[in-house]
């Protein structure tokens, strides 16, 4: 089993930076990959970047590549969204997420994903 906890949201203005933080309280935290999704109101949710089990292996979504930087510290448990240059299109709720590092479904495919945190608002003001 594993618990996610998603903070360090907040309102920021354009062009402002946050770092999202998700600690995990599972003691396998090296047996999953990672992944940071986000929804947007009145829109779906939508992949934002993951990475591998082992940090080696990034993924974004192409508009938002220079812009976020997903990372992690196995030893902390703690996969980490280093948001940059914010937009005010960034709004949403942001969700971490975790699956099997031996899942072969793709990255940005939310049904790969077994556990899920309870998201935290990221408020971008023009």
């Known amino acids: 089993q594993v618990q996610l906890v998603e903070s360090g949201g907040g309102l920021v203005q354009a062009g402002g930076s946050l770092r999202l933080s998700c600690a995990s309280s599972?003691?396998?935290?090296?047996?999953?990959?990672m992944g940071w999704f986000r929804q947007a109101p009145g829109k779906e949710r939508e992949f934002v970047a993951a990475i591998s089990w082992s940090g080696g292996r990034t993924y974004y979504v192409d508009s938002m590549k220079g812009r976020f930087t997903i990372s992690r510290d196995n030893a902390k448990k703690t996969v980490y969204l280093q948001m940059n240059n914010l937009k005010p299109e960034d709004t949403a709720v942001y969700y971490c997420?975790?699956?099997?590092?031996?899942?072969?479904?793709?990255?940005?495919?939310?049904?790969?994903?077994?556990?899920w945190g309870q998201g935290t608002q990221v408020t971008v003001s023009s």
């Open positions: 997420a975790a699956r099997p590092a031996y899942s072969t479904t793709s990255y940005n495919t939310q049904t790969g994903y077994d556990y």
């Open positions: 599972g003691r396998t935290f090296n047996n999953y990959a």
